[in-house]
């Protein structure tokens, strides 16, 4: 009989954290998940006119702002915005044209998601680097922003 109850109990506790906002696979806020998908779409109009100053606007202007890519971790929005100068701005360098895609925005609390996607960056040089992205979110008082993201390029 025990191991009912404990199976029940279980199963109990299963449904709750199913009900709560936020904890359900795919549950997501429409309202948060069109802010959101406005913020990537603006960087991407950004990044496509070379308006890097714009394109940084969807990061938390924060020294705890964190960015990981190529085995390398960036904290502090000034530096990643630096890290972002030097790779597509400096000479010799293309900032190209980005595009996101297979987007998939999760909802986990009112003030917080997780976006997940693929990038694809087409340049003049042929070289069109392409990869996979994690991106934490924050809704803070001047709106949704980047506060981690984590990128990886493909070989």
């Not at 009912?4 to 906002?21: D, F, I, K, R």
């Not at 394109?55 to 702002?65: E, K, R, V």
Request: aromatic share 10%; charged share 20%; proline share 4%.
């Amino acid at each position: 009989m025990s191991r009912l109850v404990c199976l029940a109990a279980t199963v109990l506790v299963a449904a709750n954290l199913w009900s709560q906002p936020g904890l359900r696979q795919g549950n997501v806020d429409a309202e948060a998940d069109a802010a959101i998908r406005a913020v990537l779409k603006a960087q991407v109009e950004a990044w496509n006119r070379h308006d890097l100053e714009t394109f940084m606007t969807g990061y938390w202007q924060s020294p705890n702002l964190t960015f990981f890519s190529g085995g390398t971790e960036t904290s502090g929005w000034d530096h990643a915005f630096e890290r972002y100068r030097s790779r597509y701005q400096s000479a010799g360098s293309e900032m190209g044209t980005l595009s996101f895609t297979e987007l998939q925005v999760v909802v986990l609390a009112p003030d917080a998601a997780l976006v997940r996607g693929q990038f694809h960056l087409t340049t003049i040089d042929g070289k069109n680097p392409h990869g996979l992205f994690t991106l934490v979110f924050r809704k803070l008082p001047e709106g949704w922003r980047i506060v981690h993201d984590h990128t990886s390029a493909a070989p």
